[in-house]
Structures are given as C-alpha cells and as structure tokens.
C-alpha cells in the first residue's frame, strides 16, 4: 500500500517536472519604469506567478508557452492610487454622498465594487489604493472574495473607514441625524481617538490609513503623528486628504504622513517641503470633464482644472514626488470607471508633464507609496508577473494606455484581445 504510494507520488513529481512550462513575453518594445525608458525586444519569463529573467536573450524551452506581443507597448501593471470602488454619484446631478448612505445597502456598494474592481483589472490598472467612502467596510468583503478565488480583482491596498474630525465630510445633517456620516467616517478628536480609530481599521482589514483634514476642523500636527507612529506600528502608512489652503496641509507635511490626496492649494513652500521629507503628491488632477461631471458651470469646471494645471506644473518643477490617482466617482456619459478616470491626463498633458514619468507615477512611484516596491511596479526577476500591454506608444501620447489589449495578473491571462 505504501509503495504504491510512494510509486504514484515520485510519478506524479516526474510528470509536473517535465510538464512544467514557463510563460514567454515576446515584448516588441518594453517600458523600463525604473530609468523611465522604452526599451526594444524583450524577453520575459515568467514561472510561477513571478517573473524569472528579463533581457534580449534569455533562455527558455520550445515547450513553454508563449505570448507574442511584439506588436505592443508591454508595460507594468499600472496602478492608482485613489479610487471608490464602491462609491457612485450620477452625472451632474449635484447630489452628495450622504443620500446613498440611506439608499444604497452595504452590499450593494460591495457588488458595485467587485464590478469597479474588474474594471479597473482589465484596463491594465493591477493595483489599486482604494481610499474609503466604501460604506461599512464593504471592500473589505471584495478583497476575501478576490482571495478566495470568486471573483478577479487587482491587489488592493484598502483604507476602510475614514478618519476625520467630528462630521467627517458631511455638512448640514440635522442633529436628529447626528452620526449618519458614521457609515463612512470616524469621528476622531483627539490623539487617543484617533489611534483607536487607527486600530479598529487595521482590525477591519484596512492597510494604509485615510484621515480627513480641512474639511470639519482641522488637525494638528500632534494628531497626524498619532497617527503615523499607531499605523507604524502594524507597518501602514497614512495618507491624508486636503483640498484648503495653508495650515492644515503644514500640519499634515509636519506630522509625517506618507502622502497628501488632492492638494489642489498647496503653495510653493509646501510642495518643497514635500520633497524634502520625501511625502507623496496623489494629485488627483481631474480634467474640465470629470468636474463639470459634479453638475457645476462650465466656468467653474475650468477655473478648477486650471487650479490643478498650475498646482502639476509646479510641483513637478520642484520635483516633490508624485503617484497617480484618480478619484473619480462620477462615470462620464458612455466611459466605464477607468475610462472616465483616465480623462485626468488631460491635466496632466496641460501641464506638460512628460509621458515617461507619468508612466514612473502609475507604476515605479506608486509601489513606492504603496509600500510594495520590491514585489510589483517593475519588470524585473522576483517581480509578480503584472504585465500589460498596449497597441500605440504611450511616450508618444500618454493617452495610448487607453488601448490595453493585453493583461496579465501574477502570471495568470486575465485579458488578451485577439484580432
Ligand atoms: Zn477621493
């Protein structure tokens, strides 16, 4: 009995060894996020999920198989790093979160989010940052499913509830209805308030914190440190949304948070401040279509964009570091999510920021901020095998990521467009 074990083991071992096939690449050109540079001709092997070898001539068997790409741009899995999966307003009606709160059950944000997420997925976005406003922890519930193999996703770096100064983000609930914002939010005033919050998301699943500032009140510079040093603890960053002018975003920058979201008011002095200490810049630079989405005039929307026009432009001149986000709750008429998303770069051509390091901000840059740069964000061996590819040169116009036709997944198929 056993030996027939024993028999059946050593064969089994036998047969997958000499089954075993590695996945080849053949990338006609190739971007290489860390120097920022197209390279041509490529190679890449891919064994279990990982990238094994990269270069002109590396060796691999007839037997392995192989995807021929070398029509294609190949490119890391792109990733942004502020998205609401499970967060939707409809176009231009003006209407604010706080309705769907009553409207829309905790499991119904979670099928929108596993809905967003494959999106996000098959138009070449691997990794996600996905940054609250996601009702009771619903993403938390996307993240088991995409683990326990029930749905694909992308990785998934999530905040879970938002911490905020008292009301969090709302703005006229009655007292009747005080704590409503409460499905979204933390109420956290103090040092102590808020590293209880900090625990309870990391409980929860979450793995980088979002606090609020600005909005409802403003934090000081002990209250992000509280923060920062709690988070550190379980290695999580903090990361903070400030749209304000002056004090508050100082007191962020201060405090040692790992990123500003938005900074659509940052001056000068913040932005070299920023560089300094290292602090990551996720724009979220939408274009005059994303705002006019909100429902404002149209002179309002560009009055926004250009804010944010001039906000890329310098801080790309003082060279704080930058991570690409996107925000975008609204879908425009005929867009998916990512679609819609990706009308951001529209800012970020006006800004004349070059195509290479918008590329680096999606990919090298945001595993950075992300804390996952040594497994994903460059094509390169011990890397995970997320790996996109596109039919135009994104140097040219960065706009071609629009045309992904290609999609790899730690070396699963997830998309491969036949012509
Ligand atoms: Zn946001």
């Not at 988070?231 to 304000?244: D, E, N, S």
């Given at each position: 009995?056993?030996?027939?074990?024993i028999?059946?083991?050593v064969?089994?071992?036998?047969?997958?060894t000499?089954n075993?096939?590695?996945?080849?690449?053949?990338?006609?050109?190739?971007?290489?996020?860390?120097?920022?540079?197209?390279?041509?001709?490529?190679?890449?092997v891919?064994q279990?999920?990982?990238?094994?070898?990269?270069?002109?001539n590396?060796?691999?068997?007839?037997?392995?198989?192989?995807?021929?790409?070398s029509n294609?741009?190949?490119?890391?899995?792109?990733?942004?790093?502020?998205?609401?999966?499970?967060?939707?307003?409809e176009?231009?009606?003006?209407?604010?979160?706080?309705?769907n709160?009553?409207?829309?059950?905790?499991?119904l944000?979670?099928?929108?989010?596993?809905?967003?997420?494959?999106?996000?997925?098959?138009n070449g976005?691997?990794?996600?940052?996905?940054?609250?406003?996601?009702?009771?922890?619903?993403?938390?519930?996307?993240?088991?499913?995409i683990k326990?193999?029930?749905?694909?996703?992308?990785?998934?770096?999530?905040?879970?509830k938002?911490?905020?100064?008292?009301?969090?983000?709302s703005s006229d609930?009655?007292?009747?209805?005080?704590?409503?914002?409460?499905?979204?939010y933390?109420?956290?005033?103090?040092?102590?308030?808020?590293?209880?919050?900090?625990?309870?998301?990391i409980?929860?699943?979450?793995?980088?914190?979002?606090?609020?500032t600005?909005?409802?009140?403003?934090?000081n510079?002990?209250?992000?440190?509280?923060?920062v040093?709690?988070?550190?603890?379980?290695g999580?960053?903090?990361?903070?949304?400030?749209?304000?002018?002056?004090?508050?975003?100082?007191?962020?920058?201060?405090?040692?948070?790992?990123?500003?979201?938005?900074?659509?008011n940052?001056?000068?002095e913040?932005l070299?401040?920023?560089?300094?200490?290292?602090?990551?810049?996720?724009?979220t630079?939408?274009?005059?279509?994303?705002n006019?989405?909100?429902?404002?005039?149209?002179?309002?929307?560009?009055?926004?964009?250009?804010?944010?026009?001039?906000r890329?432009?310098?801080?790309?001149?003082?060279?704080?570091?930058?991570a690409?986000?996107?925000?975008?709750?609204?879908?425009?008429?005929?867009?998916?999510r990512?679609?819609?998303?990706l009308k951001?770069?529209?800012t970020?051509?006006?800004?004349?920021?070059?195509?290479?390091y918008?590329?680096?901000t999606m990919?090298?840059?945001?595993?950075?901020?992300?804390?996952?740069?040594k497994?994903?964000?460059?094509?390169?061996?011990?890397?995970?095998?997320?790996?996109?590819?596109?039919?135009n040169n994104?140097?040219?116009?960065?706009?071609?990521i629009?045309t992904?036709?290609?999609?790899?997944?730690?070396?699963?198929?997830?998309?491969?467009d036949?012509?």
């Amino acid at each position: 009995m056993t030996k027939n074990i024993i028999f059946l083991l050593v064969y089994l071992i036998t047969s997958l060894t000499i089954n075993a096939q590695n996945t080849v690449i053949k990338a006609g050109h190739f971007f290489d996020a860390r120097n920022g540079k197209m390279l041509d001709n490529q190679i890449i092997v891919i064994q279990d999920g990982k990238i094994k070898e990269v270069g002109t001539n590396p060796k691999f068997s007839e037997t392995d198989s192989i995807i021929d790409l070398s029509n294609s741009w190949v490119l890391p899995g792109l990733m942004d790093c502020h998205v609401h999966v499970t967060a939707n307003l409809e176009y231009k009606r003006r209407n604010t979160g706080t309705t769907n709160y009553v409207l829309e059950s905790n499991a119904l944000r979670a099928i929108r989010g596993s809905v967003v997420a494959k999106q996000f997925l098959d138009n070449g976005f691997t990794t996600i940052k996905e940054i609250g406003n996601d009702g009771n922890y619903a993403t938390a519930d996307i993240i088991k499913a995409i683990k326990y193999g029930w749905i694909k996703g992308p990785t998934i770096i999530y905040a879970g509830k938002i911490i905020a100064p008292f009301g969090g983000q709302s703005s006229d609930i009655n007292p009747d209805n005080e704590g409503l914002w409460q499905f979204e939010y933390i109420d956290a005033d103090t040092p102590d308030e808020i590293k209880k919050a900090v625990r309870k998301n990391i409980y929860y699943g979450a793995t980088v914190i979002k606090m609020v500032t600005g909005d409802n009140g403003i934090y000081n510079t002990e209250d992000i440190k509280a923060a920062v040093d709690e988070a550190q603890k379980y290695g999580v960053k903090v990361t903070v949304h400030i749209v304000t002018e002056g004090l508050a975003a100082t007191n962020v920058i201060l405090g040692g948070a790992a990123a500003i979201e938005h900074g659509d008011n940052l001056n000068n002095e913040q932005l070299q401040l920023m560089k300094d200490k290292g602090i990551f810049l996720v724009g979220t630079d939408f274009s005059y279509d994303n705002n006019f989405a909100y429902g404002v005039g149209e002179k309002t929307a560009r009055e926004w964009t250009n804010l944010l026009v001039d906000r890329l432009k310098r801080a790309y001149k003082i060279g704080t570091p930058m991570a690409f986000g996107t925000d975008i709750i609204i879908d425009l008429p005929e867009l998916n999510r990512v679609q819609s998303g990706l009308k951001v770069l529209e800012t970020w051509k006006a800004a004349e920021i070059p195509a290479s390091y918008i590329l680096q901000t999606m990919t090298i840059n945001a595993a950075e901020l992300l804390g996952i740069e040594k497994e994903r964000g460059i094509l390169e061996p011990t890397y995970y095998a997320d790996i996109i590819a596109v039919k135009n040169n994104p140097l040219k116009d960065i706009e071609s990521i629009n045309t992904v036709h290609f999609v790899m997944k730690e070396g699963e198929i997830i998309r491969n467009d036949k012509k």
